[in-house]
Every structure is written in C-alpha cells, then in structure tokens.
C-alpha cells in the first residue's frame, strides 16, 4: 500500500489536534464546545491571549500537554516542509551534473538548437536512429516537454559560446539550427563555424533571401520547411508512385526497406576494389545508386568498373540487416 502524501498527513494532524483539544476542554472543564475550540486555538498558535474562562488544575495539565502536542506538530510540518525544499533543490542539482557529465563524454554527437515543433520532431528522428543528440533550448518553461521526451539538454542563448562549448561542439559531429528567426540562425551558424571549422551544419530558412545569407555564414544545408512541403505536395499528383516508394524507404515502421549513406574510410577492405568485384549485390543484397566523390563529384547509377575511394560517400538501398553489415565493410570499428 503506498504512503499517504504528507500534506494529506498533515492535514490530518491538524483536524485530530483540534479535535482533541476542542473534546478534551469540553469534558474536563465543562466548557460549551466553541469556547473549547477557541482555547485550543490560541493555545496552538500561541497568540498570548489570556485564558476565556477560569481553568481548574487538571485543565492546566491537560493545556500543557496541548502545547507541547502543537509545538511538535509545528516542528513535524516545518522539517516536512525544508526536507521538501532541501531534496527537490539536491535533485535538481545532481539532476543537472548527471546531464552535465553524460554531454561531456558524448563524441561524434548532434546538437539541435531550438526545441519547438521542429525541433522536437528533428530530436526524436535522431535519438530513433540511435544518435547521441544534445538540445539547446532557450525558454525555460519547455523543461517539463525535456525532461519528459528524456533528451540531453542545456537551457541557454544558443548563441552564447561558453554553452555551446558545454554542449561538446568541438567533438560533435553535425549541429541543426531551427532557432525562430533568421537572423538568430545567421549569428548562430557564425559562431558555430568559428569554434568548429569542420562541423556540418544544417539550417533552417524561414525566408528565401536568408538562405545565401546562411550558406555564407557557413551552414552546410540550408532548408526551407516551406519549400519543401510545396515540392512535396507537387510531387505528391506528379509522381505518386515515386513519393510512395521514397516515403517507404525513408519510414521507420511501414518497410524494411531503407535509403542510407556512408562514408568509405581508409581502412575498409573496399578501398581501391571495383563495384563487380566488391561482391555487395550478389552477397549482401544491396543496391548502390549513387558514389559521391570526396571532390563532391557524382556518380548517379556508377558503373561496374568504377572503384571505391577512401573518402567517398555511398549511397545503398536495402534492407535494415544488410544496409547494416554494408556500414561494417565500408566504415569498419579500428
């Protein structure tokens, strides 16, 4: 049986005290039971007032014994009451460094600045493929939506350097700006390509005069939601067939079919090795559709003969499993 909350206890200390000293004045005194419920009253609150009526001895016993009952009582709520302030307070702080301690030892990690609907959405996609992804969020009443979804976050100007730092840009791998204007995503791409020359950075453009303002402030991608959602409607009645297929091989429920990319590393066994030689279609089942070269040159449908490089991107389409032992060949653990 769970315990009884402790405002409810106290509550109930109250009405029984009352009750106590209310019967125990009325039968030892004979007093009407008002009069017993206001000499219990000032007697509990200790007000000073002198006593209504005449009390024999056994009354001053028994309003000894009452006082002594309401000043535990009140020493009972009050620790009730800091032990209540002291632990949420002792919470809240080992809550933070346990955040704290687990970003910093994230590597290769995600950092979303900004957790609206976007953001959020963008967050939960990440954390389903198994990324590490940090949340920078600056309006502090989307605590409960943070701690409820259970992502890493910091609370903050995502602009502020010293947070973003915090947040393990230096070792991150890409980081995703959906800030609520275009001029808060302009100087935080700034920033951000100031303390990590090598970070892919993805934007959000709400206006299409923004976007080469943010790919000269140094976003990798730059994306607009509007945009998009208008292509996609048109290619919706153009090409229904092709958005079903793509729409498959994007979801994470209704096929295991999937689109994936990965990079060739130097230590694959690939390297330098022919696509017909590679053995991928006929031992794993995998389709390459596209090889995009280190020069950002490329390949759409590459032929048999081209050659994997170190440094290449591949992009394959299968299932889960085999997508899965192709990123062991390609971008093997050393």
């Not at 303390?195 to 943010?214: D, G, H, M, Q, Y």
């Amino acid at each position: 049986m769970a315990p009884l909350p402790r405002p409810l206890i106290a509550s109930i200390l109250t009405v029984a005290i009352l009750v106590i000293g209310t019967v125990g004045y009325a039968l030892l005194e004979g007093w009407p039971l008002f009069d017993s419920l206001y000499m219990t009253v000032i007697t509990l609150t200790t007000v000073g007032y002198g006593e209504i009526r005449e009390i024999g001895a056994v009354g001053r016993v028994f309003t000894i014994g009452l006082i002594f009952l309401g000043v535990g009582f009140y020493l009972y709520v009050v620790g009730n009451l800091i032990q209540f302030l002291v632990e949420g307070r002792i919470r809240e702080i080992l809550g933070r460094r346990k955040l704290d301690h687990q970003i910093k030892r994230l590597k290769d990690h995600y950092i979303v600045c900004g957790y609206g609907r976007i953001g959020r959405e963008l967050s939960k996609y990440l954390i389903r493929k198994y990324l590490d992804v940090v949340v920078i969020e600056k309006d502090p009443e989307r605590l409960p939506i943070l701690n409820e979804d259970g992502v890493l976050y910091l609370i903050g100007n995502a602009a502020d350097e010293n947070l973003l730092i915090n947040a393990g840009i230096q070792q991150a791998k890409g980081l995703l700006t959906v800030l609520a204007t275009d001029a808060d995503n302009v100087f935080l791409v700034l920033i951000a390509r100031n303390l990590n020359p090598e970070l892919f950075i993805v934007a959000r453009a709400i206006t299409e005069e923004s976007k080469r303002t943010l790919y000269a402030a140094g976003a990798g991608k730059v994306i607009s939601p509007y945009d998009l959602g208008a292509r996609r409607m048109a290619h919706a009645v153009l090409r229904p067939t092709v958005i079903h297929y793509l729409e498959m091989a994007f979801s994470d429920e209704e096929t295991d079919i999937h689109i994936e990319e990965f990079p060739v590393k130097e230590q694959s066994r690939l390297v330098g090795v022919s696509l017909q030689d590679s053995g991928i279609r006929q031992d794993l089942n995998v389709m390459i559709i596209s090889i995009r070269r280190a020069d950002g040159t490329m390949l759409f449908n590459p032929s048999a003969a081209n050659r994997f490089r170190a440094g290449d991107t591949v992009i394959a389409v299968s299932d889960s499993k085999s997508l899965q032992a192709l990123s062991k060949i390609l971008s093997p653990v050393v």
